[in-house]
């Protein structure tokens, strides 16, 4: 499993400085461009961005961010985490991809969800009861635009096409393309269904409760014919130089938007107790890079995926110390979790 891939998302999380002010949503988006420079030259594989329409998030459109990291780059593979197709059409997606992918020579990649958050519905003019819907249709119109052919397709909730030939074209002839699954068996049946690869949001929980999902997509895309790709996974944490300094500076703005999440869906406020208890025994990687590097390993080893993202932001966290997690999960981590997977085989 040496060839596991390793990368880093973040929804642009507006941070403070080290004086505790909060950044503006401009100057969060040029950090955001400042860690992705530096996880370049560290050697991280991938760097996902998602789409949020929040105040606590700062990135609205990925592409635009990851066009102006691709200009400053040139190696990290540059990807949505995720880009909500529901609500969004299909063909501006490609092309608005295709684009950061001439930009980046062939660095892009999108993963298309449903959204777990769903402010851009009623933003963009879309209903929600169409939830399921939108996707299933707009994935499917997407799947049929990655042939880069001319495409002839027929809907009922976006106007059809007609021999339509979308530009501009990538230069591989394929704009790498994943589903982002937060645990919903139909959802991941669908994704083997169009032989794409699967993301896996596993936020909370033991990992291994995630391994039927996997067996799942494997067993799906041999029944349909068609390609089981590696899955990956992708989950929050934070790296800094001990684990108590880690589980410091992590949990009062973690528990600042968890609870603020919380409270639209109807969570209980989390409890520190319950914040270490996810740390010791869920999908929470926080801790040294030691720490983080063995938990990590041993997720990647129990559900046998080929990625492993790690969604470093989550909340405020100072600037210095997000910096600092970036340095250490791309100087440390990484090499770390490679020397235990191969010392396991």
Same mark, same amino acid.
């Given at each position: 499993?040496?060839?596991?891939?390793?990368?880093?998302?973040?929804?642009?999380?507006?941070?403070?400085?080290?004086?505790?002010?909060?950044?503006?949503?401009?100057?969060?988006?040029?950090?955001?461009?400042?860690?992705? !420079?530096? *996880?370049?030259?560290? +050697?991280?594989?991938?760097?996902? $961005? &998602?789409?949020?329409?929040?105040? %606590?998030?700062?990135?609205?459109?990925?592409?635009?961010?990851?066009?102006?990291?691709?200009?400053?780059?040139?190696?990290?593979?540059?990807?949505?985490?995720?880009?909500?197709?529901?609500?969004?059409?299909?063909?501006?997606?490609?092309?608005?991809?295709?684009? !950061?992918? *001439?930009?980046?020579? +062939?660095?892009?990649?999108?993963? $298309? &969800?449903?959204?777990?958050?769903? %402010?851009?519905?009623?933003?963009?003019?879309?209903?929600?009861?169409?939830?399921?819907?939108?996707?299933?249709?707009?994935?499917?119109?997407?799947?049929?635009?990655?042939?880069?052919?001319?495409?002839?397709?027929?809907?009922?909730?976006?106007?059809?096409?007609?021999?339509?030939?979308?530009?501009?074209?990538?230069?591989?002839?394929? $704009?790498?393309?994943?589903?982002?699954?937060?645990?919903?068996?139909?959802?991941?049946?669908?994704?083997?269904?169009?032989?794409?690869?699967?993301?896996?949001?596993?936020?909370?929980?033991?990992?291994?409760?995630?391994?039927?999902?996997?067996?799942?997509?494997?067993?799906?895309?041999?029944?349909?014919?068609?390609?089981?790709?590696?899955?990956?996974?992708?989950?929050?944490?934070?790296?800094?130089?001990?684990?108590?300094?880690?589980?410091?500076?992590?949990?009062?703005?973690?528990?600042?938007?968890?609870?603020?999440?919380?409270?639209?869906?109807?969570?209980?406020?989390?409890?520190?107790?319950?914040?270490?208890?996810?740390?010791?025994?869920?999908?929470?990687?926080?801790?040294?890079?030691?720490?983080?590097?063995?938990?990590?390993?041993?997720?990647?080893?129990?559900?046998?995926?080929?990625?492993?993202?790690?969604?470093?932001?989550?909340?405020?966290?100072?600037?210095?110390?997000?910096?600092?997690?970036?340095?250490?999960?791309?100087?440390?981590?990484?090499?770390?979790?490679?020397?235990?997977?191969?010392?396991?085989?």
């Amino acid at each position: 499993m040496t060839d596991v891939e390793f990368g880093l998302d973040t929804f642009g999380d507006v941070p403070e400085d080290d004086a505790g002010r909060p950044l503006s949503p401009a100057a969060a988006i040029r950090q955001v461009v400042e860690e992705a !420079v530096l *996880a370049d030259e560290l +050697g991280v594989d991938v760097l996902a $961005l &998602g789409e949020h329409h929040r105040p %606590e998030y700062a990135i609205s459109t990925p592409e635009t961010v990851l066009a102006g990291i691709a200009t400053r780059t040139s190696r990290i593979r540059l990807s949505s985490g995720v880009t909500v197709l529901s609500s969004d059409d299909p063909v501006r997606v490609f092309q608005r991809f295709a684009t !950061v992918d *001439a930009l980046s020579n +062939g660095r892009a990649e999108v993963i $298309l &969800g449903r959204g777990s958050f769903t %402010e851009s519905f009623p933003l963009f003019g879309y209903d929600l009861s169409d939830y399921d819907a939108l996707f299933e249709e707009k994935l499917d119109l997407f799947v049929r635009l990655l042939d880069e052919k001319p495409v002839t397709w027929h809907g009922t909730l976006r106007p059809p096409l007609e021999d339509a030939d979308v530009h501009p074209k990538t230069e591989s002839g394929r $704009l790498s393309t994943w589903v982002g699954v937060g645990g919903s068996p139909q959802s991941v049946i669908r994704t083997a269904r169009h032989g794409l690869p699967l993301m896996l949001a596993i936020i909370g929980g033991p990992p291994g409760r995630f391994a039927p999902y996997v067996d799942l997509y494997r067993k799906a895309a041999a029944q349909f014919g068609t390609t089981a790709h590696p899955v990956g996974m992708h989950s929050p944490g934070f790296v800094a130089d001990t684990d108590e300094q880690a589980r410091e500076v992590f949990w009062p703005h973690y528990r600042v938007i968890r609870d603020r999440i919380g409270a639209l869906r109807g969570w209980a406020p989390i409890r520190r107790e319950e914040y270490d208890r996810e740390i010791e025994h869920g999908s929470l990687y926080i801790g040294s890079p030691e720490t983080v590097a063995r938990k990590i390993a041993r997720a990647v080893a129990e559900l046998g995926v080929g990625r492993f993202d790690l969604i470093y932001t989550a909340g405020a966290q100072p600037v210095s110390a997000r910096r600092r997690a970036v340095e250490l999960y791309g100087a440390k981590v990484i090499p770390m979790v490679r020397d235990l997977l191969a010392a396991a085989e």
